[in-house]
């Protein structure tokens, strides 16, 4: 058992129920969706989630990127209530479903609960090894900074002595990521943040560039890596050579250096901090063992996060992350059997 306390870490992002559903190419090209993408629902996709329940078999599940991250750490952690969750859901059967499955997973959810807006969905859309991410925000886009400053969720922010907050909550609400932000600077605390998807840097880019001064460690993978550099202009898709200029960018709190975590799938994860660069080998699973790798992102995070809050070498960090995220493929969703426990080779 840990001897983390309650509380340890404090995330936000946006709670989504996963209608998981395997699709063939043609129905991507209906919506206009691409394999491993991620995007925010428009119109032309108001009819997709009916046709995926009415026409494919179909799972649910419980999601959103910092929520999944979140439960992910606490399964490997092995005690509850170590991270507080902050979001928005509906008064609805869906965010009920949502608190239960946090909850049963160790989570401690202190959601915003918003009357008359149902609770936010993503359609995850598998081809092959792909997936597809499409997300209707609905009532987790109404997240409001009230409902942080209310004194008795402050409480959880100033418990907390770690903090992780998702790109895609930049979406919903950038003052409530700027507050938590900047109090983590102000106390010398670690803040972690996930570039999330490409499009987070390509239309949300003011925000992003706000928010990374107060960035202690930022994760990505290598599409999002190389979308921020197009963004920025850093003139390379070397993703070593982006992690340096990420690395170097201002930061707020001198008294850290920023650790740039970059995954590459199969390909060795990167991380930079000041002038270090150092890989790590990713053993590639067999085929037939690979179900789904949605939520392989968010399960990395979720066991670097588990060893980096018991104040383990990143070394330490990045193997259990590339075990948290070998595991998770072999499921659905960001599922984990809960009899299987990490041990560090």
Request: glycine share 8%.
């Amino acid at each position: 058992m840990s001897a983390l306390p309650e509380g340890a870490l404090f995330g936000m992002g946006n709670p989504l129920l996963d209608i998981m559903a395997t699709v063939d190419k043609e129905f991507l090209e209906k919506y206009k969706l691409k394999d491993n993408d991620a995007i925010l629902a428009d119109d032309t996709h108001k009819s997709m989630c009916d046709e995926i329940i009415k026409n494919y078999e179909v799972e649910f599940i419980a999601g959103g990127a910092a929520q999944n991250a979140l439960r992910v750490m606490q399964w490997i952690v092995g005690k509850p209530n170590v991270t507080t969750f902050m979001g928005s859901v509906g008064d609805d059967e869906n965010g009920k479903t949502l608190a239960s499955c946090a909850i049963r997973d160790g989570v401690n959810v202190q959601y915003q609960i918003q009357n008359g807006t149902p609770t936010g969905k993503c359609a995850a859309l598998i081809t092959g090894h792909h997936r597809s991410l499409c997300t209707y925000l609905e009532a987790a886009n109404l997240f409001t900074k009230e409902h942080l400053m209310q004194p008795t969720n402050f409480a959880y922010i100033e418990k907390a002595q770690f903090y992780y907050v998702t790109g895609f909550f930049l979406t919903v609400s950038a003052e409530s990521f700027q507050t938590v932000a900047k109090y983590a600077a102000s106390k010398n605390r670690p803040f972690m943040f996930n570039l999330s998807a490409a499009f987070i840097s390509q239309f949300y880019t003011k925000e992003v560039n706000d928010a990374l001064p107060y960035v202690d460690i930022i994760f990505g993978n290598e599409v999002e890596a190389e979308a921020f550099s197009n963004v920025q202009n850093f003139g390379t898709s070397d993703m070593v050579e982006i992690a340096k200029k990420v690395a170097a960018l201002p930061k707020e709190n001198k008294a850290r250096s920023r650790i740039v975590v970059f995954t590459q799938g199969v390909d060795p994860v990167i991380v930079v901090e000041g002038d270090s660069v150092k890989t790590f080998e990713v053993k590639p699973l067999p085929e037939d063992k690979i179900k789904d790798t949605n939520g392989a992102g968010d399960a990395f995070v979720g066991g670097f996060m588990a060893q980096y809050t018991q104040g383990k070498p990143i070394e330490s960090c990045v193997k259990c992350g590339i075990w948290a995220a070998s595991v998770i493929i072999q499921f659905s969703g960001c599922q984990f059997p809960k009899d299987v426990t990490y041990v560090e080779a």
